[in-house]
T-cell receptor, first 112, second 113 residues
Framework: GEDVEQSLFLSVREGDSSVINCTYT??????LYWYKQEPGAGLQLLTY?????DMKQDQRLTVLLNKKDKHLSLRIADTQTGDSAIYFC????????????FGTGTRLTVIP | DVKVTQSSRYLVKRTGEKVFLECVQD?????MFWYRQDPGLGLRLIYF???????EKGDIPEGYSVSREKKERFSLILESASTNQTSMYLC????????????FGDGTRLSIL
């Protein structure tokens, strides 16, 4: 099946930028998603990017997609303590099924 | 806003019990999903459903079954709970079009003693 990989942990200082990386194997992926999970909660959709785009910006969030290298990143500008959470990358395959394949999640810790 | 509601946030059951986890969505979505989340493993798909009375196995269906009698409700059933089914269970729903994002409930943390 599809393989989506992320590093497990990231720590940044408050006010710095955070960059969370993700690699995937399915070259036919059509949409790629970033979800945020706060402690004790479900997953909240943050943003997504269509595979024919290479960048998407939404306020403090910037998504970069390198389709050739199958690499996706999420940059959070001016990181705040409220950004501390687990961030999941997910990809939607090119087939008709609406399944998503998730990475392991990256736990972001923001140090005051 | 889409609302996906899981009936319990925390649940403690004993080995061998039959366990029901309930999920309800209010957006008339055709697709519904059950995942389990374990540290270091991310989310793994157990079962999903494209429509009422339809179900498909995901990546890890063993030891689980599901029921979709009504469009808004998708139930996950542990026929005979075992300790290795202790986990966080997440339900999600999405519209029928492919590549639509999934919307998640808050999860049920299930402990099997």
């Amino acid at each position: 099946g599809e393989d989506v990989e992320q590093s497990l942990f990231l720590s940044v200082r408050e006010g710095d930028s955070s960059v969370i990386n993700c690699t995937y194997t399915d070259s036919s992926s059509t949409y790629l998603y970033w979800y945020k999970q706060e402690p004790g909660a479900g997953l909240q959709l943050l943003t997504y990017i269509f595979s024919n785009m290479d960048m998407k910006q939404d306020q403090r969030l910037t998504v970069l997609l390198n389709k050739k290298d199958k690499h996706l990143s999420l940059r959070i500008a001016d990181t705040q303590t409220g950004d501390s959470a687990i961030y999941f990358c997910a990809e939607s395959p090119g087939t008709g099924a609406n399944n998503l394949f998730f990475g392991t999640g990256t736990r972001l810790t923001v140090i005051p | 806003d889409v609302k996906v509601t899981q009936s319990s946030r925390y649940l403690v059951k004993r080995t061998g019990e039959k366990v029901f986890l309930e999920c309800v969505q209010d957006m008339d979505h055709e697709n519904m999903f059950w995942y389990r989340q374990d540290p270091g493993l991310g989310l793994r798909l157990i079962y999903f459903s494209y429509d009422v009375k339809m179900k498909e196995k995901g990546d890890i269906p063993e030891g689980y079954s599901v029921s979709r009698e009504k469009k808004e409700r998708f139930s996950l059933i542990l026929e005979s709970a075992s300790t290795n089914q202790t986990s966080m269970y997440l339900c999600a729903s999405s519209p029928p079009l492919s590549n639509q994002p999934q919307h998640f409930g808050d999860g049920t943390r299930l402990s099997i003693l």
